[in-house]
């Protein structure tokens, strides 16, 4: 595989609920991704680890969402309060070998309601 | 702003056909150009990853090519089968931030459907 396990595969929630959502990469690669796969659109991204360094939050769509890389490894991705609009597929990507390259977990689904 | 386009959405074929598909970028100052496949219910698979100085790039029945100067790449697939059923996206980057951070726009990706 990919060497990234998410979870939960699937999570439906009640709006206004906070939800956790977990990224597991394999070791020896510093560089995590977080992207949203809203239904008919493209990814957006969210929010970038690179080891020791600040994450880059930019894409971070409202402070209701935050992200935390414990240890260098995993990653848990939290949406506070959820709305409607959450609802879409959270994939986590690990960096590799080669500039460019990411590999990706099988994603989260999140859906609200 | 850079705005990747891919075209068709969606498309269908018999098993056997060779096909290609687009991708359209407005910013030719690229760092690289990705192809990931995306299977229902999946992560993406990256197919081939082309390094801006790089014109094409080959992996088994799939052949990429990228024409920075007119703002394209397109994914050639030969002799298509059932398996290649997916939705393909083209990413690209447009360079490495301080962090070696590289943010990936995506394109909307075109579905691909091959009849037995």
């Known amino acids: 595989g990919a060497g990234v396990s998410q979870s939960p595969s699937n999570k439906v929630t009640e709006k206004g609920k906070d939800v956790e959502l977990r990224c597991d990469p394999i070791?020896?690669?510093?560089?995590l991704y977080w992207y949203r796969q809203s239904l008919g659109q493209g990814l957006e991204f969210l929010i970038y680890?690179?080891?020791?360094?600040?994450?880059?939050k930019s894409g971070l769509p409202s402070d209701r969402f935050s992200a935390e890389r414990t240890g260098g490894s995993v990653s848990t991705l939290t949406i506070q309060r959820t709305q409607q609009e959450d609802s879409a597929v959270y994939l986590c990507?690990?960096?590799?070998?080669?500039?460019?390259?990411?590999?990706f977990g099988e994603g989260s689904r999140l859906t609200v309601l | 702003k850079q705005e990747v386009t891919q075209i068709p959405a969606a498309l269908s074929v018999p098993e056997g056909e060779n096909l290609v598909l687009n991708c359209s970028f407005t910013?030719?100052?690229?760092?690289?150009l990705q192809w990931f496949r995306q299977d229902p219910g999946k992560g993406l698979t990256s197919l081939l990853l082309?390094?801006?100085?790089?014109r094409e790039q080959t992996s088994g029945r799939l052949n990429a090519s990228l024409d920075k100067s007119s703002g394209r790449s397109t994914l050639y697939i030969a002799a298509s089968q059932p398996g290649d059923s997916a939705t393909y996206l083209c990413?690209?980057?447009?360079?490495?931030?301080?962090?070696?951070?590289?943010?990936?726009?995506f394109g909307t990706g075109t579905r691909l459907l091959v009849s037995p």
């Open positions: 082309i390094q801006s100085s790089q």
């Open positions: 990507a690990r960096g590799g070998a080669s500039p460019g390259e990411l590999f």
């Open positions: 990413a690209l980057s447009t360079g490495w931030m301080n962090t070696g951070f590289q943010k990936l726009v």
């Open positions: 910013d030719s100052a690229i760092y690289n």
């Open positions: 070791s020896g690669h510093t560089a």
């Open positions: 680890f690179q080891g020791n360094s600040a994450p880059d």
